[in-house]
């Protein structure tokens, strides 16, 4: 990371630089410290005690990041919607986790991006900024090194803001709507969740895009991130996803939940800037919408 003092910033020690104005955190700063990073102002490297001046030049270097032991580098094509030195944005495709469950090698999206990373020679691990299920598709944003994915860290929820697509059982005859009931974790499973008093406040709205006979396609966006946040509301409302069997929904010709991230928009933390990346529906959906269509 590099960056030019300003005239505001004079006198100002390299410390309170870092830690206030660009949100270092004191870990990071530690690890720089004694893991092998190094501040350089000017090209000359300099301890945090130093005192800045109008238009010195910052250098922050980074120590290199060690990769999980149980993400295994996979040669994956990857379907990459936005790249810079600081972000990665991905179009997931179904039926590939995230990350792989511990100490199981198995081929995980953060497998794919390690063996680019690899290819690229760039010294970083896998940063998931949001996360999307196994089965879910679409849009996922990873950060490329520790001090953005923090900083995304520090952003309030609607800061990154998402939208999905999702085919639901059953005619939704409202245009617009919003399902706010609490979500916990279903006693004695580690993996199903639960509409439940005493579960975190969860709130999804949704606007209905195309009806059929039994199902309606709708676009979502979420308040909260909760687990399956928008799976198990829309069991709760009595319209699973297709394909979802987990939460009440049948596969009819889809053979996952119908559930794909379709837009997200967010305030670029660091080049201070709004950005908004949209993808199509995954092919599987679409051909059960095509299917659907022709049906009418």
């Given at each position: 990371?590099?960056?030019?003092?300003?005239?505001?910033?004079?006198?100002?020690?390299?410390?309170?630089?870092?830690?206030?104005?660009?949100?270092?955190?004191?870990?990071?700063?530690?690890?720089?410290?004694?893991?092998?990073?190094?501040?350089?102002?000017?090209?000359?490297?300099?301890?945090?005690?130093?005192?800045?001046?109008?238009?010195?030049?910052?250098?922050?270097?980074?120590?290199?990041?060690?990769?999980?032991?149980?993400?295994?580098?996979?040669?994956?094509?990857?379907?990459?919607?936005?790249?810079?030195?600081?972000?990665?944005?991905?179009?997931?495709?179904?039926?590939?986790?995230?990350?792989?469950?511990?100490?199981?090698?198995?081929?995980?999206?953060?497998?794919?991006?390690?063996?680019?990373?690899?290819?690229?020679?760039?010294?970083?691990?896998?940063?998931?900024?949001?996360?999307?299920?196994?089965?879910?598709?679409?849009?996922?944003?990873?950060?490329?090194?520790?001090?953005?994915?923090?900083?995304?860290?520090?952003?309030?929820?609607?800061?990154?803001?998402?939208?999905?697509?999702?085919?639901?059982?059953?005619?939704l005859e409202l245009e617009l709507g919003t399902i706010n009931v609490p979500i916990a974790r279903k006693p004695d499973s580690i993996i199903e969740r639960v509409v439940s008093e005493?579960?975190?406040?969860?709130?999804?709205?949704?606007?209905?895009?195309?009806?059929?006979?039994?199902?309606t396609l709708v676009q979502v966006s979420l308040e909260t991130g909760r687990t399956h946040q928008i799976r198990v509301h829309f069991s709760h409302i009595g319209h699973p996803l297709l394909g979802d069997t987990l939460y009440?929904?049948?596969?009819?010709?889809?053979?996952?939940?119908?559930?794909?991230?379709?837009?997200?928009?967010?305030?670029?933390?660091?080049?201070?800037?709004?950005?908004?990346?949209?993808?199509?529906?995954?092919?599987?959906?679409?051909?059960?919408?095509?299917?659907?269509?022709?049906?009418?």
């Amino acid at each position: 990371m590099t960056w030019t003092v300003s005239i505001e910033d004079e006198g100002v020690l390299l410390r309170e630089f870092l830690r206030e104005s660009k949100q270092l955190s004191r870990k990071a700063l530690a690890d720089i410290k004694f893991q092998g990073g190094a501040i350089f102002v000017n090209s000359k490297e300099e301890t945090v005690r130093y005192v800045l001046k109008s238009g010195d030049k910052i250098q922050l270097i980074f120590p290199r990041e060690e990769v999980s032991e149980w993400i295994v580098p996979t040669p994956l094509s990857l379907d990459v919607v936005f790249e810079d030195e600081h972000l990665l944005i991905i179009n997931k495709p179904p039926h590939l986790p995230t990350i792989p469950s511990r100490n199981h090698s198995e081929l995980s999206l953060a497998g794919a991006v390690i063996n680019y990373y690899n290819q690229c020679k760039y010294p970083a691990t896998f940063h998931a900024i949001n996360r999307l299920d196994r089965d879910t598709s679409g849009l996922l944003m990873i950060a490329k090194h520790r001090y953005i994915h923090d900083l995304f860290s520090k952003q309030q929820v609607r800061q990154v803001q998402r939208r999905y697509q999702a085919l639901v059982h059953g005619r939704l005859e409202l245009e617009l709507g919003t399902i706010n009931v609490p979500i916990a974790r279903k006693p004695d499973s580690i993996i199903e969740r639960v509409v439940s008093e005493n579960g975190q406040f969860a709130v999804t709205h949704y606007k209905v895009l195309e009806r059929f006979d039994d199902a309606t396609l709708v676009q979502v966006s979420l308040e909260t991130g909760r687990t399956h946040q928008i799976r198990v509301h829309f069991s709760h409302i009595g319209h699973p996803l297709l394909g979802d069997t987990l939460y009440g929904g049948k596969s009819e010709g889809i053979h996952r939940q119908a559930l794909h991230s379709s837009e997200i928009q967010f305030f670029h933390p660091i080049d201070q800037h709004k950005i908004s990346f949209t993808c199509p529906l995954a092919k599987d959906i679409e051909d059960k919408l095509t299917s659907m269509r022709m049906d009418i």
